[in-house]
């Protein structure tokens, strides 16, 4: 009851210094939206050219919306991993420490501030997709189900990214810690062009079960019950990668994802148990894992709201 | 009377730095205790083991009944800290960071806003309340940070060097809410590098150096043991100042530095007596400098070496 009192507080207090500033705040949100168009508007043409000869009738929007939503899960961290080290460097912190609350308040406050404003911009993300033309054929129950999947994976980044900025000395290591988890995450993913587009056959790409996450087996899936998809996803991804004898995604990613759910909650986890005084890469090693298992299921499923 | 705060034989070390070194301390609660010492003393890692920010090595804590080792959190509840360095959120307004403080108490809504609206007044924010601490002058956040702390009402307050840095009105201003804070019932336990502050507060000094407890007891008691001030006049020559020390009896030569040091107040009168019987013999004086007792003659008789040199310099 406390801890969730405490970390109520804590959550005011981030959504106030979001408030303050502003411009930090809608730069965060907005980046995606700026990427969205971006890639409809600069890019669009060249590679909506592949999009005809390898889809029926769906456009690159219908692919490029998607896409665009998994960057937008991993936009934050790099603000967070800043916040949480500047935060920690700041003599606030201290007092907390010698004051009557739960310890991992600050940290719960901060990870469901950067939640709340990446489901945020992800809603402006879809919003302005919608006003470009998006025209997703997922029903609710998947768009619930594609909502849950966001809210672990980003739950499931934004912890790493805490991990990353208790572990930084400065918020400039933290800053650049974080970058990978914003940028080259969904960047080797199929997610900004549609699958039959290009070919997928850099190593590092082929490394990437998500990858494989293909349209056509996207539409394959798309039938099946949500729920199901969506406890399956994390397997089901790798498996694939394995029918396809890919043995180098043992290497790729951590050694078997687990479901999404158990990966969330040891995501979640590892920063609590994270001090600074010792390396968080122990504690966020299993951390990794629960986030290759979220990163490999959000494409798949976002991928099958556009299928 | 009862123990607010009662240390026996608390030791810490970061790596090969002994930083305590076996300290033991009594606070009698509803009483100022002044913790003083130079740069370097240990007195912020006291502070920081006492209110249970860091783990001692080994040694006995109790604070307001509490153990810090095995309750923490009950010593949380009874302690209010003003570390050294700021501890307020700079984006936040004054009387946010207060209200912060008060939901953290878990109080009720009215109550929060009582007590910021009178600690806002009691250290003269009313004004700045609405602002946001990142604009605040050194003073004010020093005030604001006070306030903080007592927003919980602790029995217990550590206060951290809490005038370093402000300007004569301020350090008063702050000597007279630490006073009315103790006529309340609250014990206070005081870090300083300043002999006066801890003269004018304490009912109790320890004077901390490398670790140790090098003399506790209330401040006449600590004066008595404190020699007067000195002069200390440098020369150009070795032979001018062995020629002034045959004048000066009581003085003290250094040849290295060509320096000698007499016992006197530095006041005109000693001045010019000192001065003429130099001219008499003809001494020429390089440099002098005058001297009052400060905490640095504190520790040059209780440890036998110097903390920082504080003299003015004359000519
Ligand atoms: N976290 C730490 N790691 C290593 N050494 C430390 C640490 N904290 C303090 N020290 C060392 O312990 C010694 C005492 O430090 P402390 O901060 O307690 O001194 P202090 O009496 O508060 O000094 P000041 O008047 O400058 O505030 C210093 O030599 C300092 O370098
Ligand atoms: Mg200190």
Redesign the interface.
């Known amino acids: 009851m406390?801890t969730l009192?405490?970390s109520a507080?804590m959550l005011?207090?981030n959504l106030?210094?979001a408030i303050?500033?502003p411009s930090l705040t809608f730069g965060v949100a907005l980046v995606p939206v700026i990427m969205l168009l971006m890639f409809a508007y600069l890019f669009g043409n060249a590679i909506s050219i592949g999009v005809a000869s390898t889809t029926e009738g769906a456009d690159y929007i219908d692919f490029l919306v998607p896409g665009i939503l998994l960057m937008t899960l991993g936009s934050g961290s790099q603000t967070t991993a800043v916040q949480i080290c500047g935060d920690m460097a700041?003599?606030?912190v201290?007092?907390?420490?010698?004051?009557?609350?739960t310890r991992t308040s600050v940290l719960t406050g901060q990870v469901a501030g950067s939640v709340i404003l990446t489901m945020v911009s992800s809603v402006l993300t879809v919003g302005v997709g919608l006003a470009m033309g998006f025209r997703p054929t997922a029903g609710p129950v998947e768009w619930l189900a594609v909502l849950g999947l966001m809210l672990l994976a980003t739950f499931a980044i934004t912890w790493l990214a805490v991990g990353f900025g208790l572990a930084s000395k400065a918020p400039e290591g933290a800053s650049n810690a974080a970058m990978p988890l914003s940028f080259f995450l969904p960047l080797p993913v199929h997610g900004l062009r549609p699958a039959g587009v290009a070919a997928g056959r850099h190593p590092l790409v082929r490394r990437v079960p998500a990858v494989h996450a293909d349209h056509r087996d996207a539409a394959r899936v798309a039938g099946r019950r949500a729920d199901r998809a969506q406890r399956l996803a994390g397997r089901r991804v790798v498996r694939r990668a394995r029918d396809r004898r890919l043995p180098v995604v043992e290497e790729a990613v951590q050694p078997r994802p687990e479901p999404v759910g158990r990966a969330a909650s040891a995501a979640s986890a590892a920063p609590r148990s994270s001090d600074r005084s010792r390396p968080a890469y122990s504690d966020t090693a299993s951390a990794y894992a629960g986030l290759s298992a979220c990163s490999a299921a959000a494409p798949t499923f976002a991928a099958d709201i556009a299928g | 009377m009862n123990t607010a705060i009662g240390v026996t034989g608390l030791r810490k070390k970061f790596g090969d730095h002994v930083v305590l070194d076996g300290v033991d301390l009594h606070v009698p609660a509803g009483t100022i205790f002044s913790l003083l010492g130079p740069n370097g003393a240990g007195k912020t890692t006291a502070v920081q083991i006492l209110s249970t920010l860091i783990t001692a090595d080994s040694g006995q804590v109790t604070v307001a009944g509490h153990d810090v080792a095995a309750d923490p959190d009950g010593v949380r509840a009874a302690i209010g800290v003003t570390g050294q360095f700021s501890a307020v959120d700079k984006l936040l307004t004054g009387e946010e960071n207060l209200r912060l403080m008060g939901e953290l108490y878990r109080l009720p809504k009215q109550e929060i806003t009582r007590r910021a609206s009178t600690l806002l007044e009691r250290f003269d924010l009313v004004a700045a309340g609405g602002k946001l601490a990142s604009t605040y002058s050194g003073g004010m956040l020093r005030r604001l940070d006070l306030a903080m702390t007592l927003v919980g009402e602790p029995r217990v307050i550590f206060l951290d060097e809490p005038t370093t840095g402000l300007d004569p009105r301020s350090r008063r201003g702050m000597w007279e809410v630490i006073k009315d804070l103790v006529a309340g019932g609250v014990t206070v336990f005081l870090t300083t590098q300043y002999l006066e502050e801890a003269d004018q507060l304490a009912d109790r000094i320890a004077v901390l150096d490398h670790g140790r407890i090098v003399a506790e007891g209330t401040a006449a008691e600590l004066k008595r043991r404190i020699p007067g001030g000195h002069v200390r006049l440098r020369f150009t020559n070795v032979r001018e100042l062995d020629t002034a020390a045959r004048i000066l009896a009581n003085a003290t030569a250094d040849q290295d530095s060509l320096t000698l040091t007499v016992p006197g107040d530095g006041s005109r009168r000693a001045l010019k007596d000192l001065l003429d019987r130099l001219d008499d013999a003809a001494i020429e004086v390089d440099a002098l400098t005058v001297h009052t007792p400060d905490l640095d003659d504190v520790f040059f008789a209780l440890t036998g070496h110097t903390t920082i040199d504080q003299e003015a310099t004359l000519s």
């Open positions: 406390t009192t405490d507080t005011r207090r106030r210094h303050r500033y700041e003599g606030i201290a007092r907390f420490r010698t004051m009557p609350i």
